[in-house]
């Protein structure tokens, strides 16, 4: 199982900016036991985030990559596996966190699921719709048995993602007439030569959009309301060389109540741009770029800078993970599902895929 490196309470409900103080496991719970499945580049931002956490440990970490996981262990001074059942059973730990390639994250996340250990998957939720709704359908067994699982959208977390939010449901714009988001970013041919699983069906199950943007699809859906239509396409515009998958991509997304949000991405900037959103109501306006700005049509303005956190993961996966893993961890004796679990993964996966299905045919769904 090697590792993705692609990896930003109710729906209404709000994480503080201030949250990174949080006691991950509540006064006098025991240590919560950790083990990363996948050790590639982003599963070093989850050993981060659990060293960071009070009151969690990281016990193993497992690997079909032998050279990999060699390097994980060496790195964290844990115990390695090549097996996942083996580790389940020898080490027992109370989460396990999935960071392999796309199209292995339903086996072992169940695997896990059933075993009656809690969940961490990073994101997407996996590389079809039928393999997600495996993760569902487990999810919701697991639930009966009071195991959980959360689906790594850490940029819900942002600051600017929390304040958006905040002044949407408090109504600071108006009403909401519509929305513009975009994600122009850069790659290379060396960046999917690298790992060839980047760049195709099989491996990652697209490109730009279930790798890259689908952070930013998660939060335009999660700020502006479940989509209920889909106009797009996706295409190759610079690798098609070296990827069968899209590097570029142009949608229209409808939500509920007729609010449409216009979607532009690609791969083919010459350098990597902020993530923009940008969602317009009859008293003003908000502004996500590195933090969100409020302008209202009176002419008056607030900023909110977005927190700055230091690590050895890539700048592109954002400073929010740490709070995901605290708030996942916090939450684990509570009997509700974590809010951001399968059900809410797939809104961006079927988001996504209709893209795929109007671009390409159902057969990449």
């Not at 970490?61 to 032998?66: F, L, P």
């Not at 250990?117 to 993760?135: S, Y």
Request: net charge negative; proline share 4%; glycine share 10%.
């Amino acid at each position: 199982m090697p590792s993705d490196d692609d990896a930003p309470r109710g729906t209404s409900a709000h994480v503080g900016p201030d949250s990174g103080e949080w006691d991950a496991t509540g006064d006098g719970a025991p240590m919560v036991r950790a083990a990363v499945v996948g050790c590639g580049d982003v599963a070093t931002i989850h050993y981060e985030g659990i060293d960071a956490i009070e009151g969690a440990e990281l016990v193993a970490v497992c690997d079909t990559d032998e050279a990999a996981l060699d390097a994980a262990t060496r790195m964290t001074g844990t115990r390695g596996y090549t097996d996942l059942g083996e580790m389940l059973r020898e080490v027992r730990p109370d989460v396990v966190h999935i960071t392999t390639p796309h199209n292995q994250h339903a086996d072992p996340t169940i695997q896990a699921l059933e075993a009656g250990v809690h969940v961490i998957q990073e994101k997407p939720l996996a590389h079809t719709l039928a393999e997600g709704e495996r993760i569902v359908a487990a999810a919701e067994a697991a639930h009966a048995r009071g195991t959980k699982i959360g689906i790594c959208f850490q940029n819900r977390y942002n600051v600017s993602s929390q304040k958006a939010r905040e002044l949407l449901d408090a109504g600071a714009i108006g009403e909401v007439t519509g929305a513009w988001a975009s994600v122009e970013w850069t790659r290379t041919e060396g960046y999917y030569r690298a790992k060839p699983w980047r760049g195709t069906w099989e491996g990652s199950g697209g490109g730009l959009l279930i790798n890259q943007a689908i952070h930013t699809l998660d939060l335009v859906q999660w700020l502006l309301g479940d989509v209920v239509e889909v106009q797009g396409h996706a295409s190759t515009r610079r690798y098609g060389s070296v990827i069968e998958v899209e590097d570029t991509a142009e949608a229209v997304f409808t939500h509920e109540g007729g609010v449409a949000t216009t979607f532009y991405a690609t791969l083919t900037a010459p350098s990597t741009h902020p993530v923009e959103i940008e969602i317009v109501g009859t008293e003003g306006r908000l502004y996500v770029r590195n933090g969100v700005k409020l302008t209202r049509v009176d002419g008056t303005r607030e900023k909110w800078k977005e927190r700055k956190a230091a690590s050895a993961g890539r700048a592109y996966w954002g400073v929010s993970h740490e709070l995901f893993i605290r708030d996942f961890y916090a939450r684990l004796g509570d009997p509700e599902p974590f809010w951001i679990g399968p059900g809410e993964a797939m809104k961006s996966m079927r988001m996504l895929k209709a893209v795929y299905d109007q671009s390409f045919g159902a057969n990449h769904t």
